[in-house]
């Protein structure tokens, strides 16, 4: 009677891989990392052990787990990933996940199989795997969600997911209808890398969950060149950078052809990116990202028309005209208004006015009793010192004041946008405030932009305001002396006192006799009760 003598672990591996070598999507797992034999290909394998299965699997005196199970599972208690952004609800890790973490959370040594009484020895003292992608610890907050219901109710909370049953075959949810780190990795096949269960290659695998424009411009369709799927820098938002701005930067700062250089607008005096390394991952109000107002995945190149949102800010929430956040911003004023209009904690008043209002909504509000035409048409019909093509029916971008000084609505090279400026509050132009500023085209620069400085129609021709010239040339006093740029709201002023943008500046205009206004009497006429630069004026009319 001859004796059979059974083969090897890695003879029936090789067996199988060779069957399978008409399936082009299959690489044995002997020529993988997880080969963790003496034999294996990978920098961690054991000292002498040759079976390869063992470390994860057992024909006899396995555990109660399948699939024949040879590890206990960890008894980690882990931080889960949590995100404003997330609808789903990620709870402990459970099915195939708990199993992957008995050696990717570093907990349990490598070696440490229910089968052998002994701990299998690894080569070069190696226990538990290296820190890094591989050992996630147990604190999964810096990782790719796992262990959540995927199903059609997910869905309808968030659109931009694909529905579950879109769901390519290669993407399998568990029994649970959970995402486990299975529906992304096969253990056993590693050609696609990184036991990828489909190619990634022009983000395939990520697009087959997450429903991504395919409008969006083509630099932002690499998932990765934003992303890091594990051991995030960021946290939550999975980023290959600690912070958004960061990450942005990583292309945004003129070394990549097409990206302009946003990195030198966020290094000028004023900036509107004010994320700190220091804040928790996702900042509380007070502080602006990038992603405020681009939603990066749904960008797009083109020209709007004022008051129309652009195409780069992309399908990104707001704040509509009555206060009330709104999924999908039409204007780009609703977009500003997340952050200055009723939650305005982070605004500070460059002017001391009379009347001082920080929330723009109520400024620009087209029941406000004077305002610079943001939200529709102004009320002022004659304004004769405007520049063509500006009329009195105009409709402006907030972007048309703040903005970069250097970007192309500016006159220069660089990226236009709310990023930076050289002037501030973010200005696209130079508008000087201060008391006794001898005027000229460049300190008031930005009013200039709009409206003719000289000429039959000018600011300094008096048309308007038969003293424009005298207060501002002769007296040195500055535009916002008087005039309040944003708008005075209806809460607050009147159409007698408050037309035309007038709201005096408090550390310039002083009282007389208790009085500090301007009463409107008509088409280029009112008069003053205050006193100026030690001037007196007593109802003086004009």
Known sequence: MTAHRLPSVATLLAAVSFASAAHAQMQSVVISPHNLSASGPGQIRATSEQEICIFCHTPHNATAIKPLWNRELPTSSYTVYSSRSLDAQPGQPTGASKLCLSCHDGTIALGNVVSRDQVISMAAGVTVLPPGASNLGTDLSDDHPISFVYDSALWQKDLKL????????????????????????????????????????????????????????????????????????????????????????????????????????????????????????????????????????????????????????????????????????????????????????????????????????????????????????????????????????????CSDCHNSNTGTKAGGSGPNGVHGSAFEPLLIARYETADQTIENASVYALCYRCHNRTGNNGILSDKSFKLHKKHIVDERTPCSACHDAHGISSLQGNQTNNSNLINFDLSIVQTYNGQRKWVDLGLYHGSCTLTCHGEQHNNEDY
């Open 162 to 397: 694909v529905h579950p049953s879109g769901l390519p075959s290669a993407l399998k949810l568990d029994p649970n209808q959970e995402l486990q780190c299975t529906t992304c990795h096969d253990a056993h096949n590693n050609v696609y890398g990184d036991f990828l269960t489909m190619s990634n290659l022009t983000s395939g695998l990520c697009t087959s969950c997450h429903n991504i424009s395919s409008t969006t411009i083509t630099s932002h369709t690499s998932c990765a060149s934003c992303h890091k799927t594990h051991t995030s820098p960021s946290g939550p938002y999975l980023l290959g950078h600690e912070r958004i701005s960061t990450t942005c930067t990583g292309c945004h700062d003129g070394s990549h052809p097409g990206a302009k250089n946003v990195a030198a607008d966020l290094n000028k005096f004023s900036v509107h990116d004010t994320e700190s390394p220091v804040d928790p991952p996702e900042p509380l109000f007070g502080h602006a990202t990038c992603a405020d107002c681009h939603e990066p995945h749904s960008m797009k190149t083109g020209l709007a028309v004022a008051p129309a949102i652009q195409p780069t800010l992309g399908t990104i929430n707001g704040v509509n005209v009555s206060g009330a956040p709104i999924d999908v911003a039409q204007n780009e004023f609703q977009v500003c208004f997340k952050c200055h209009a009723d939650q305005n904690a982070i605004s500070q008043p460059l002017v001391p006015r009379v009347i001082a209002q920080l929330n723009t909504r109520l400024e620009f509000a087209l029941n406000a009793v004077s305002f610079h035409p943001v939200e529709g048409p102004g009320k002022n019909a004659n304004v004769p010192s405007l520049k063509a093509p500006w009329t009195t029916a105009s409709v402006m971008y």
